[in-house]
């Protein structure tokens, strides 16, 4: 997921990028924090703003874009990013789209938390207010004034990006002027309408799917008992099958063993007898 959070000072882009780093598992990239490590690394494109930024000049977009360009291509990055303080210009953002299309990667989102300037200016005076009445140090760039010319920069500099981006269907308008958790839930919203992450259905419905199917192999398992079961019965019934064939054909063989043996008595009875009888008549005669 490759997001750009768009807003003014105080519109609430930094807490709303840090609840979508702890929710999404991606990382808030900073030009200003990036460039520091960049120098401090000593990367080569580091060491030229290092010297840029020796002899007080403002750094380049293309060195800001090679900084960017070596950081996404670390692994922690890998899951995805949201890119806080860039681009602020529509040259920056032409230049980050052709660095994202070197690398074969899209930008999912541009979400811009749209507020009232003049509730912001408010609620600064009435801070600012309580804070000094507290005698509490008050910062200098936390100011109704500072605030003043940051917004004039954001509405000069800034701004032109919802026109390049809404022309490229990648921008998405939330009221940030609701409760922080609203704003949250909105940004989550759009995210989901856009495909840019996977709704909780689905997740939940994968996580499901890991218990069906081991339900699914211990019945199977359950069923192979009784299919095992069933094979001594089965065998049980075949062998007193083969004991009555073969006491059916044992008394078989037995009873015509003994007809045959009282036949050949019956036999050898009236051979004996005959004889005599003939003999007794022949010697009357």
């Known amino acids: ?45 580091g060491l030229k703003a290092k010297e840029i930024m020796a002899s007080g000049g403002l750094v380049p977009d293309e060195v800001v874009v090679g900084i960017i360009s070596d950081r996404i291509d670390q692994p ?50 009435t801070r600012v207010a309580q804070m000094r009445e507290r005698g509490e140090e008050v910062r200098l760039d936390d100011t109704p004034e500072v605030l003043t010319k940051r917004l004039a920069s ?26 922080i958790d609203e704003v949250t839930r909105a940004i989550h919203r759009q995210l989901l309408a856009l495909g840019a992450v996977e709704p909780k259905t689905h997740a939940r419905s994968a996580a499901n799917a890991v218990p069906a199917k081991k339900g699914a192999k211990k019945a199977k398992a359950a069923k192979k008992p009784a299919k095992t079961a069933k ?3 089965k065998s049980a019934k075949k062998t007193v099958k083969g004991a009555k064939k073969a006491a059916k054909k044992t008394a078989k063989k037995t009873a015509k063993k003994a007809v045959k043996k009282t036949a050949k008595k019956a036999v050898k009875k009236a051979l004996r007898k005959g004889p005599k009888k003939v003999t007794k008549k022949r010697a009357k005669r």
Do not use: C, W
Not at 10 to 36: D, F
Not at 157 to 174: F, G, N, V
């Open 1 to 45: 997921m490759r997001i750009i959070l768009l807003g003014p000072p105080g519109s609430g882009k930094g807490t709303q990028a840090q609840l979508l780093v702890e929710r999404y598992g991606i990382v808030q990239l900073s030009t200003g924090e990036m460039l520091r490590a960049a120098v401090a690394a000593g990367t080569p494109v």
């Open 154 to 179: 954001y509405r000069s500099q800034t701004e032109p990006l919802i026109h390049y981006y809404s022309e490229r269907r990648k921008l998405s308008t939330i009221d940030g002027m609701m409760a």
């Open 76 to 125: 922690d990055a890998k899951n995805g990013f949201i890119l806080d303080g860039f681009p602020r210009t529509v040259p920056q953002a032409e230049a980050l789209d052709e660095l994202l299309r070197h690398k074969h990667l899209k930008l999912d989102a541009v979400i811009e938390l749209r507020v009232n300037e003049s509730a912001l200016l408010s609620r600064v005076e």
């Open 231 to 233: 094979k001594p019965a």
